[in-house]
């Protein structure tokens, strides 16, 4: 029959139409519409009804392994950079856009583990996050802040040091996960620290035992470091 | 070829070679790692016996590589063939670099023709006797052959990546300030760029008059005259029309130049290269594993396809496999990709029909969810930069086998039955699409085609079968085949394709190990890849992506060739169109399905 499938297509939308509101009242008693939970099930494997999502002032969750342009973590209970200035981001970066400019020591002229500036050019950066996967202090990582229009396209989308430094409770908010693997990385690192601590204690204590006429030290437990590679 | 072996040149040749090297005798020298050198004399002679009697009918990749330290260009062939499963056929033949001279195997395989033409343009080598040899991707406005080693880019920094600039002294400033342009950029000698348009286009109009005549060749009779043609009935002038390069049907930047008489095409030459930049020699610079996220960009709708196929290109060079896990879920996003680009292939195809968006969007639906999919895995939705050598980048985050089975098990198949349902017995489609574009399957063998174009026309051909990569010998799935090679059965096959794939995704969800390693071996910043040269390939969602790596044991890959499937697949364009409706280019552009990132590069 003619205009069978036109009617058909119609009787499509028409569905769509009415499941919308009808899920949408679903979730007024659900704890409100348009929070992260809402939004899932929206555009979910479940959804029946609208898909879209009306940006920005509806907006999906983004998940932990979200990766925009990388910020540098500072540690806030040693109140430093866990940055190095090793440079192995700025040899992996595909398009070259991190800048690291290594201190040196004024006296010596020897390098200092901690960059005197840093720059990231936002404008060239790919988001690829090489450099938060290959880093090995955990001192760069990638960010979740995706909103970056600026008005002006040359000086603001260079990234510098100050600009790119977020505290590690921030990290620790939008990675969950891999804060809960740092944490316990640093735990076992600190562990591994105190056995070759209470081994190298014992070997003295050995030692002088041996040779009573030297008296033992009494052996500080290391402080827990970040794991190196 | 990889590994250990990789290290010393062949001394000998074997296998089907020494096959060859006993037809034409001393015309065969054994090639560096892997194939065999044949004498420029002896070469199309070699070619038709390769092809004939030893039954590699398919060309799949043709390149050049520039080796200035031995004073010569390399052309490098790999031959498949289409009726037995198994390794390439690799030949090659050399020329010296001042006068890069070698016969052309357009005569042998049409396939060759848009990639010789690409090595003419990007290496510089003169293929003798091809029809039409100039430039593809670069204008006529471009000085130099850019995959020369010693041709330097405008913005030229230094030969490899990392720049010794970024650190320990690493003071921004920006490429444009160090080189200003319009300081970069060198024209060749008598070219004015004033002149430029109307000669470029009269160029790409010369062409249209002498298109070969297919088996529609009664209309592309070459006429007497300067401005037209005669039929019996009507007298009509000859129109050239230009589709794109700014054009809502040509899915990108891509340009048709179109002859008509009234309205049947009679003659069709594509025009490309409006997106390119020179990813090859991007790659060179570049480190190895630096090279990963720039794969995404070629087929920038399916980048995880995109990602193995260069991950296996590697592996092969460096000797390693990933670990049990790694494999597994390098096989379901694989699949996850094809379903993907195929929902939006047949959404755009139907746009172009004339269905405007709703499919299109609906096919969209299916494609966000697995994007999510992707970007819980890998953080990113379309670059998703997630394979490495040996492995995949991270593991996957909690709940996500259970949200891909919800959608693998669930919904994807009632979707696509609703698609089917839908959409593939209208009329309007049927009669548009139905022997339209047909490309049998003896011309899409001779065309290189690859991928569901092939299949649709009645080649049973499918890399995960003929040559199987990574752990597909274990899934139960069958290689979709139509036998028609028209537009519809090209839309058909795509389904197909859905099925079977949803068909491997359930196998790989329900055999993927709970736990396990990612990587083998330790994650290293700069891949250790010992010299070699390598063709991976897998079937991507548009055909065969193959990568050719040659490395010298650099941290930076040597060559780095991309044999890009919906490239190739265009040189079929023009003889599919020849004889059909103006308004069903269009369509038979969509049913190719193309990306300009791949196509361009």
């Known amino acids: 029959m003619y205009g069978s499938g036109v009617l058909r297509g119609m009787g499509v939308t028409l569905k769509h139409f009415f499941v919308t509101y009808i899920e949408d009242l679903k ?32 907006r999906l969750p983004v998940p932990e392994n979200f ?147 030297e008296a033992a030290k009494p052996v500080d437990t290391p402080k827990p470091e970040p794991p190196a590679a | 070829m990889a590994g250990k072996a990789a290290a010393a040149p062949v001394a000998e040749l074997t296998g089907p070679l020494a096959v060859l090297k006993e037809k034409f005798g001393d015309a065969i020298k054994p090639g560096d790692f892997e194939g065999a050198v044949i004498g420029n004399d002896q070469l199309v002679e070699a070619a038709k016996f390769i092809r004939d009697d030893m039954g590699y009918d398919y060309l799949s990749s043709v390149t050049g590589v520039d080796y200035p330290a031995a004073n010569e260009v390399e052309v490098v062939y ?26 052309s195997l357009t005569s042998v395989w049409s396939g060759a023709n848009f990639q010789e033409r690409e090595a003419w343009d990007l290496v510089g080598i003169k293929f003798e006797g091809h029809p039409n040899l100039k430039r593809i991707l ?63 286009d009269a160029a790409v109009y010369e062409q ?45 930047v891509f340009r048709m130049a179109v002859t008509l008489e009234g309205e049947t095409i009679t003659a069709l030459e594509p025009v490309m290269g409006y997106l390119h930049r020179n990813h090859e020699k991007i790659g060179e610079r570049n480190t190895f594993i630096q090279n990963m996220p720039f794969t995404d960009r070629l087929d920038y709708l399916s980048s995880m396809s995109n990602n193995l196929g260069y991950a296996l290109a590697v592996e092969k060079l460096m000797n390693v496999k990933p670990p049990e896990r790694a494999e597994y879920i390098r096989v379901i996003m694989v699949e996850l990709t094809r379903i993907c680009n195929h929902v939006w292939a047949l959404g755009f195809l139907l746009n172009d029909l004339g269905a405007f968006f709703t499919p299109a969007l609906y096919g969209m639906e299916e494609r966000e969810l697995i994007l999510d999919l992707f970007e819980a895995a890998a953080g990113s939705r379309m670059m998703c930069n997630y394979m490495r050598f040996g492995g995949v980048a991270r593991d996957l985050p909690e709940g996500w086998i259970e949200k891909c089975r919800e959608i693998v098990f669930d919904r994807l198949p009632r979707k696509i039955d609703d698609f089917d349902h839908y959409l593939t017995d209208i009329e309007i489609i049927r009669a548009r699409c139905e022997g339209v574009g047909v490309l049998t399957a003896e011309d899409a063998v001779k065309y290189s085609v690859a991928g569901p174009l092939l299949r649709a026309s009645g080649v049973q051909y499918d890399c995960r079968r003929a040559d199987s990569y990574s752990i597909y010998d274990r899934f139960d799935f069958d290689v979709a085949v139509r036998d028609h090679g028209d537009v519809y059965d090209r839309y058909l096959i795509r389904l ?42 897998v079937e991507g969602p548009k055909g065969e992506l193959g990568f050719y790596v040659v490395s010298d044991g650099n941290p930076n890959p040597y060559r780095y060739h991309i044999r890009a499937p919906s490239f190739i697949n265009l040189t079929a364009l023009g003889p599919m169109c020849v004889g059909n409706k103006v308004a069903d280019a269009v369509i038979i552009l969509g049913s190719i399905d193309i990306v300009l990132g791949e196509t361009d590069r």
């Not at chain 1, 929070?35 to 002032?57: L, N, S, W």
């Not at chain 2, 990612?518 to 040269?533: D, E, F, L, S």
């Open chain 1, 27 to 58: 979730y007024v008693f659900k704890g409100g519409r348009n929070t992260d939970k809402h939004m899932a099930v929206r555009q979910g494997p479940q959804a029946r009804g609208i898909f879209t999502v009306q940006y920005p002032e509806e």
């Open chain 1, 67 to 213: 990766r925009y342009i990388p910020f540098l973590v500072f540690d806030t209970q040693k109140n430093e950079d866990r940055c190095t200035s090793c440079g192995i981001c700025a040899k992996v970066c595909p398009p070259q856009c991190i800048w690291i400019v290594r201190t040196n020591d004024p006296k010596t002229n020897r390098p200092i583990p901690q960059p005197a500036e840093f720059y990231i050019d936002a404008s060239i950066c790919m988001s690829c996050g090489l450099c938060a996967e290959f880093c090995p202090f955990d001192a760069i990582k990638m960010d979740h802040d995706y909103e970056l229009s600026s008005f002006e396209r040359f000086n603001t989308l260079v990234f510098d040091k100050q600009k790119l430094t977020k505290p590690d409770t921030y990290h620790a908010a939008i990675h969950p996960t891999d804060w809960q693997r740092e944490l316990k990385e640093k735990e076992e690192a600190a562990k591994k620290e105190a056995e070759k601590a209470a081994a190298a204690a014992a070997k003295k204590a050995a030692a002088a035992a041996a040779k009573p006429a």
């Open chain 2, 78 to 103: 790999h031959a498949y063939s289409t009726r037995h499963t198994g390794a390439p056929l690799v030949f090659k033949a050399r020329a010296p670099r001042d006068n890069s001279v070698v016969p």
């Open chain 2, 138 to 200: 670069m204008w006529e406005g471009f000085q130099g052959h850019p995959l020369r080693k010693d041709w330097k880019e405008a913005y030229y920094e230094q030969d490899t990546k990392p720049f010794d600039s970024r650190w320990p002294g690493g003071h921004h400033q920006r490429a444009e300030d160090r080189v200003p342009f319009a300081d970069n950029v060198e024209f060749p000698p008598n070219f004015d760029p004033a002149q430029y348009v109307a000669q470029a």
């Open chain 2, 208 to 252: 249209l008059k002498k298109v070969e005549v297919g088996e529609h060749g009664e209309l592309a009779e070459p006429s007497d005259n300067g401005n037209g043609q005669h039929s019996d009935k009507i007298e009509t002038d000859q129109l050239v029309v230009n589709l794109g390069p700014q054009h809502p049907s040509t899915h990108g």
């Open chain 2, 496 to 537: 197909d394709e859905i099925r079977q794939s949803i068909r491997i995704l359930k196998q790989a969800l329900d055999q993927i190990p709970a736990t396990g390693e990612i990587q083998a071996g330790k994650k290293q910043y700069q891949a250790r890849v010992p010299a070699g040269q390598a063709y991976g390939r």
